[in-house]
């Protein structure tokens, strides 16, 4: 009887490990094919902040419905946030966009919403452009990084909180690995 017995928790322990190493191949196939590079198809790779700026202004100038007060010189320190139809990465970055919005707001930023069917140098969406008052880009990129973009708090909340504590950067993410939709 000793052996039957013995047998029984090996056969379980095996069942075990087999069931535990299926659930970790699962879960690796499918984290890692949600984790794509923001900028696959290589569409920033020789533009630099100055070039994406001036692409920017087209979005930056256009009229909006959604005012706030001007800056110094009548100038408008913008917030715009790039989305296209159906992408299911958009609502992992619901929760960085309203805390964004909200800073903004207070500080006197213009926020546009602007969706996108194509575009020859944005490469993915959701992403942001933060600019300041002469439409120079503070920051362009994902909100974040990572399986729902929640390995971070967000580039671009960090990136906005330096910028109206007085730390100013011109920075183009062309590296990141998230849930992005191609544009």
């Given amino acids: 009887m000793r052996t039957s017995n013995s047998s029984i928790p090996k056969f379980q322990l095996g069942i075990i490990f087999i069931w535990l190493s299926f659930t970790v191949v699962a879960f ?60 299911d990465c958009q609502k992992y970055s619901d929760k960085h966009i309203k805390d964004i919005n909200k800073l903004a707001v207070e500080h006197s930023f213009i926020v546009k919403n602007i969706v996108l069917h194509k575009d020859t140098l944005i490469p993915s969406t959701p992403s942001i452009a933060l600019l300041d008052d002469s439409g120079v880009v503070i920051y362009f990129g994902p909100y974040g990084q990572g399986i729902a973009c929640s390995q971070t ?29 191609k544009v």
């Fill in 153 to 181: 708090s967000g580039y671009a909340q960090t990136m906005l909180n330096n910028y109206i504590k007085g730390y100013s950067a011109n920075i183009v993410i062309k590296e990141a690995k998230g849930c992005y939709c």
């Fill in 28 to 87: 690796a196939y499918f984290s890692t094919e949600k984790l794509v590079r923001f900028d696959e198809d290589k569409k920033l790779v020789n533009v630099d902040y100055e070039a994406f700026s001036s692409y920017l202004s087209a979005y930056s100038e256009a009229k909006d419905t959604n005012e706030a007060l001007p800056t110094s010189n009548n100038k408008y320190h913008t917030v715009l946030h790039f989305s296209t139809p159906n992408c």
